[in-house]
């Protein structure tokens, strides 16, 4: 059971969503793609905004399971 989470967790973070490792290995693919390396600033700003909607969906789903 707990080899099954750890490879769903695992999974969950190779997810191309920003602020996990998944969104790390897209800006590596653009990178390799397009020959540049993107500007620090938008990439810190699109992992920081993809932090916070992680967040945010953490709270909404807490929210939610606590008042069903």
């Known amino acids: ?5 750890s490879i769903a967790l ?4 190779l ?3 920003p602020a996990l490792d998944g969104g790390r290995l897209l800006f590596l693919a ?10 620090e600033k938008v990439e810190a ?3 920081t905004v993809g932090l916070i909607l992680l967040l945010g ?12």
């Open 15 to 17: 997810l191309p969503i």
């Open 57 to 68: 969906l953490l709270v909404l789903v807490t929210f939610r399971d606590i008042m069903s």
């Open 30 to 39: 653009f990178e390799v793609v397009t020959r540049r390396r993107p500007n």
């Open 1 to 5: 059971m707990i080899a099954l989470i």
């Open 10 to 13: 695992g999974f969950f973070n």
């Open 45 to 47: 700003m699109i992992h």
